[in-house]
């Protein structure tokens, strides 16, 4: 398995139809991540199944050292979804969504680009699945939800862009 040149198909929803299938996919890509052999040293945090797949299904898979970093219960992240965070506006002390801040990232499948500034919320409400495997058996999975901030939450949008068929460069073919 490799990154392969980059597409715009939105991703297909991991069900319990194909989360098997999906699965086997997602321990090829740990096993690219792990070997961690990527174009100019750029150290890679997480790589979408849409990175590898021109017939992708919606997961990423961190890098363990990342994962343990954001303090994530799984490598494996299964139909994620988000929302921005609330903040209390200091004038209406109302709860408001809060905004983007413009940020630099890179992505995986332009390994010879530089970072690119890119607009992410701060803080995000995540949602997601992780499998449930017993003894190396898929058995379906768990949903999480957890307010993610940083790097964890920039990440995270990075990713869901992925699904979408979106990535930092370009926004379409004709480029
Ligand atoms: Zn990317």
Not at 12 to 24: F, G, I, R, W
Not at 47 to 58: A, D, G, L, R, T
Not at 117 to 128: M, S
């Amino acid at each position: 398995m490799e990154i392969i040149p980059i597409h715009y198909t939105q991703s297909a929803p991991v069900t319990e139809e194909n989360l098997k299938q999906a699965m086997k996919e997602a321990r090829a890509i740990a096993t690219l991540v792990d070997r961690n052999k990527f174009a100019r040293n750029r150290q890679c945090i997480s790589i979408h199944h849409s990175q590898v797949s021109e017939k992708p299904f919606n997961f990423f898979v961190l890098d363990k050292r990342w994962q343990k970093h954001f303090g994530l219960p799984s490598r494996f992240i299964i139909n994620p979804t988000f929302l921005p965070a609330n903040v209390k506006n200091p004038v209406t002390k109302n709860l408001e969504p809060v905004g983007t801040i413009r940020i630099e990232e890179a992505c995986m499948s332009f390994p010879n680009r530089s970072e690119k500034k890119v607009d992410r919320y701060p803080a995000i409400y995540a949602g997601w699945e992780v499998p449930r495997i017993i003894a190396g058996i898929v058995l379906g999975t768990k949903t999480y939800e957890r307010e993610l901030g940083g790097k964890a939450a920039q990440m995270f949008q990075h990713e869901c862009d992925h699904a979408a068929g979106k990535n930092i460069y370009y926004t379409s073919p004709k480029h």
